[in-house]
């Protein structure tokens, strides 16, 4: 049962070993690296959080899509994907709490989602977190995104995560046709960067299961995006 598990950590996926040698090989050569430095880290990408507001350290209030990570000692780091292009580039490829994405709405925190092809964190692993972000969110609305089950279904989960919290998990939608990179090996960084322009940027938020704040939960007009809505 979800509840008794004891969370102990989510390791970065063994076939991404590879890549954290690379990256320690180059830190250590004081080379640049694709992991960001600790101290880079800290003054650039941590959260903070407040009566139900998130804010970074230069006051920037969050607002979308935010890839994120919490390290072990607590510690939320998040950033735009096109500005870190993965996981493992905020923890230093280090053990995580959890891992995948934010979605904001002017500083309020309203979805939080697994999502990692990095960690791949299953929703034991997730548990203890989504009871978190539901208490620093303080947003009794808040949706928790369910991609474990992509890799054999292909279909992604919403919840309310308050009600997952008391062992229910009827979901309040099924996605269906979606894109997801959860248990993905994903291209590196360099490739995304050379590979990302406006166009594909417009064609990929057409094509992705995120829905613009406005028009969370609401139905979805691409017929190519089943949406099988059955906890509402």
Request: include cysteine.
């Amino acid at each position: 049962m979800p509840g008794f598990f004891i969370q102990k950590g989510i390791k970065l996926k063994d076939h991404f070993r590879k890549e954290r040698k690379k990256q320690r090989e180059l830190q250590a050569k004081y080379q640049l690296s694709s992991y960001l430095n600790p101290l880079i880290a800290e003054m650039v990408c941590k959260l903070s959080y407040k009566n139900g507001m998130f804010s970074f350290p230069n006051g920037e209030i969050p607002h979308g899509r935010y890839l994120f990570i919490r390290t072990l000692e607590g510690k939320i780091f998040a950033a735009k994907e096109e500005n870190v292009a993965h996981h493992s580039y905020l923890s230093n490829g280090k053990k995580v709490l959890s891992a995948g994405y934010f979605i904001f709405r002017q500083g309020k925190l309203i979805l939080v989602s697994n999502e990692s092809g990095h960690y791949t964190p299953t929703n034991e692993e997730f548990f203890q977190e989504i009871k978190f972000y539901l208490s620093i969110s303080q947003n009794e609305d808040l949706i928790y995104e369910d991609h474990s089950s992509f890799p054999l279904k292909q279909e992604i989960y919403h919840y309310m995560a308050k009600q997952i919290l008391i062992d229910n998990w009827q979901p309040l939608a099924v996605y269906k046709n979606v894109q997801s990179n959860f248990g993905k090996k994903l291209k590196s960084s360099n490739e995304a960067l050379m590979n990302e322009t406006k166009s594909n940027n417009i064609e990929t938020q057409k094509n992705s299961h995120y829905l613009p704040d406005s028009q969370l939960l609401l139905p979805i007009e691409n017929e190519n995006q089943k949406v099988l809505i059955v906890g509402l």
